[in-house]
């Protein structure tokens, strides 16, 4: 079984900055791609950014330029710095990993974390 855990949200005013965190842990063999996703309030849940097991990252349009993705593959951990924040970047928050459970295992297991709020607003 795996778990992912975030922590880092939280209230801040626009302008402001703020880092989250997901660990990964549990029983797996590696992990592949790692990324955040949030979900404001009445709305889909949209990919906010994504970060492969050799450091590629991508993000939505919405963000580039202001949130940056990393990860320490040492501790099974996903970061995401948010600057600049806006009171549209308000949602909660998760982060989604594919885990490869097993060395022969072909698929992937993909798990969610179990989300983080963060509000911006003055």
């Known amino acids: 079984q795996v778990q992912l855990v975030e922590s880092g949200g939280g209230l801040v005013q626009p302008g402001g900055s703020l880092t989250l965190s997901c660990a990964a842990s549990g029983s797996f063999f590696s992990i592949g791609s790692m990324g955040w996703y949030r979900q404001a309030q009445g709305k889909q849940r949209e990919l906010v950014a994504v970060?492969?097991?050799?450091?590629?990252?991508n993000y939505a349009n919405s963000v580039k330029g202001r949130f940056t993705i990393s990860r320490d593959n040492a501790r099974n951990t996903v970061y995401l710095q948010m600057n600049s924040l806006k009171p549209e970047d308000t949602a909660v928050y998760s982060c989604n990993a594919d885990f490869r459970l097993a060395p022969g295992d072909y698929d992937l297991f993909s798990s969610w974390g179990q989300g983080t709020q963060v509000a911006v607003s003055s």
């Open positions: 970060i492969s097991n050799g450091g590629v990252s």
